[in-house]
């Protein structure tokens, strides 16, 4: 695990478009899928790309670390996310789960997709919301069981709405090869940090140090 802190969102997001254009010019995966969370730093992270420099001939190909479990789909992450790209004009693909007429059936077909997914993803960035959670991961850990046979779980927390989300297991997220997390600022590094020494979050702290995981930090306004 490495710190790296930033005295601005810009300087982060310029950090993480150098991350992603190396990716594309020298992931060994043919490919080059990226997992990526929602939320408003990934949405001004986006608008950041369209006025700077990520590789305009990207064959990047985003993929949604969770999905809110609503049969309304303009509410879903894969439908705002989509939405942004189109209107800035982005040439990567963003991709995911829309509701197909059962939670359960969603849940199942992502994991599905998942499965097909596991051994050929390059990269995963991920924002660290003002709780602490990342994904749709939130504490106490101890609401959470182990997944090692499943890559996409449902969870229900009174924290999120909708309260019903799909969201990668814990185990997945740290079996991709690297793992970029994002705090917009310093309160949200250090909640999601006193969670981690609190052993009170679904990443396991000894797991953590022992990975390939960047912590992108903004120390400033």
Known sequence: MQFLFF???NEIYECLIERLNKTSQYSQKESKNIMISAGETIENFFRFCAENKLNKESSLRFWL???RLSKNRSHSNLSKLSRIREKLRLNFSINGQNYNGSFTKMVSEYNKVMSGLKNDISLAILS???DGHIA????PYS???RFSDKNVISISSKNFHPAKRLTLTPEFILSIDRVILLASNEKKF?????LLLADQYPLNFDSLVNSKVEILVNKGN
Do not use: C, H, M, V
């Open 136 to 139: 749709s991961l939130s504490s």
């Open 7 to 9: 005295q601005s969102k």
């Open 128 to 130: 660290i919301a003002e």
């Open 65 to 67: 670390t969770d999905e």
């Open 190 to 194: 250090l909640t999601f940090f006193n």
């Open 143 to 145: 609401r959470y069981k």
